[in-house]
């Protein structure tokens, strides 16, 4: 069933307004009256729709008939926040896209010392990244709209990743902890940060420094995957480790 997503505000007991955006895609799709689609609310409640048969009058909007409401299936039980350094070109476009797709629930940008690239206009990035999230959400029955944000400096970043229930560090240089044995430590975790470098990786100090504020430093075992790929493949891995991803 075709996807989209409201404002609560535009929520009321049986009706939803839908954005002009979506009207019209609703349109180009040539839905007939009979034909159900999904309206989400972004915080995981989905409701069952079908277009209503009249339009506001004075101002054009189109609405969705509310038929039944429940919980999104889209949404993993494990909460994972992932933290990207900022990368150049398309990278991170992938990454978000994917991270959208394996369900991680927030995604944050941040600099770290190695970091080939550093938009001059941050904003622009973000907004174009949530728009990215935002369609990938849509395509693959997500019961929220992950957030975009970009962190001002590795600290602060790493200041929020430790507050998971699994903090995890991925270091290049690191040749004892493994991604498995890390998540078979703690079986009880339902937050967990996933915390990945740029291309040039991390510089030891950054390393040693999340390590002291409480991260654990995690291998990815003896290949190095590209800044865009780590992120992807440690959600997999958690997301199976969970029961999410089956
Ligand atoms: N250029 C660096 C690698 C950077 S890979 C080098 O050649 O050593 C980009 C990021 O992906 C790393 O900072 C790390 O966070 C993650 N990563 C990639 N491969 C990894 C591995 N085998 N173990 C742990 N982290 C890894």
Same mark, same amino acid.
């Given at each position: 069933? +075709?996807?989209?997503?409201? !404002? %609560?505000? *535009?929520?009321? &007991?049986?009706?939803?307004?839908? #954005?002009?955006?979506?009207?019209? /895609?609703?349109?180009?799709?040539?839905?007939?009256?009979?034909?159900?689609?999904?309206?989400?609310?972004?915080?995981?409640?989905?409701?069952?729709?079908?277009?209503?048969?009249?339009?506001?009058?004075?101002?054009?909007?189109?609405?969705?008939?509310?038929?039944?409401?429940?919980?999104?299936?889209?949404?993993?039980?494990?909460?994972?926040? +992932?933290?990207?350094?900022? !990368? %150049?070109? *398309?990278?991170? &476009?992938?990454?978000?896209?994917? #991270?959208?797709?394996?369900?991680? /629930?927030?995604?944050?940008?941040?600099?770290?010392?190695?970091?080939?690239?550093?938009?001059?206009?941050?904003?622009?990035?973000?907004?174009?990244?949530?728009?990215?999230?935002?369609?990938?959400?849509?395509?693959?029955?997500?019961?929220?709209?992950?957030?975009?944000?970009?962190?001002?400096?590795?600290?602060?970043?790493?200041?929020?990743? +430790?507050?998971?229930?699994?903090?995890?560090?991925?270091?290049?240089?690191?040749?004892?902890?493994?991604?498995?044995?890390?998540?078979?430590?703690?079986?009880?975790?339902?937050?967990?940060?996933?915390?990945?470098?740029?291309?040039?990786?991390?510089?030891?100090?950054?390393?040693?420094?999340?390590?002291?504020?409480?991260?654990?430093?995690?291998?990815?075992?003896?290949?190095?995957?590209?800044?865009?790929?780590?992120?992807?493949?440690?959600?997999?891995?958690?997301?199976?480790?969970?029961?999410?991803?089956?």
């Amino acid at each position: 069933m +075709v996807r989209f997503f409201a !404002a %609560k505000s *535009d929520i009321s &007991d049986t009706m939803i307004k839908l #954005s002009a955006q979506d009207a019209s /895609h609703i349109r180009s799709l040539r839905l007939r009256p009979s034909e159900l689609f999904i309206v989400c609310d972004g915080e995981g409640l989905d409701y069952i729709c079908r277009l209503a048969a009249t339009r506001a009058q004075e101002t054009g909007d189109v609405f969705a008939e509310i038929l039944e409401a429940g919980s999104s299936l889209g949404e993993p039980s494990v909460r994972c926040s +992932v933290f990207i350094a900022f !990368a %150049k070109g *398309d990278r991170l &476009d992938y990454a978000v896209q994917k #991270s959208v797709e394996l369900g991680a /629930h927030d995604i944050k940008l941040f600099p770290s010392e190695r970091c080939v690239s550093v938009p001059g206009d941050i904003s622009k990035k973000t907004d174009r990244l949530q728009k990215i999230a935002m369609e990938t959400a849509k395509q693959c029955g997500r019961g929220i709209v992950p957030e975009i944000t970009a962190l001002d400096s590795f600290k602060s970043a790493v200041g929020l990743a +430790v507050l998971a229930d699994l903090p995890l560090f991925f270091y290049e240089c690191e040749k004892k902890l493994g991604l498995g044995a890390a998540l078979d430590q703690r079986t009880a975790y339902s937050t967990v940060s996933i915390f990945t470098g740029p291309e040039g990786g991390f510089e030891p100090h950054e390393a040693e420094f999340a390590q002291a504020e409480g991260m654990l430093a995690v291998s990815l075992g003896s290949r190095i995957l590209r800044c865009e790929t780590a992120p992807v493949a440690v959600l997999a891995a958690i997301m199976l480790h969970s029961g999410n991803l089956a």
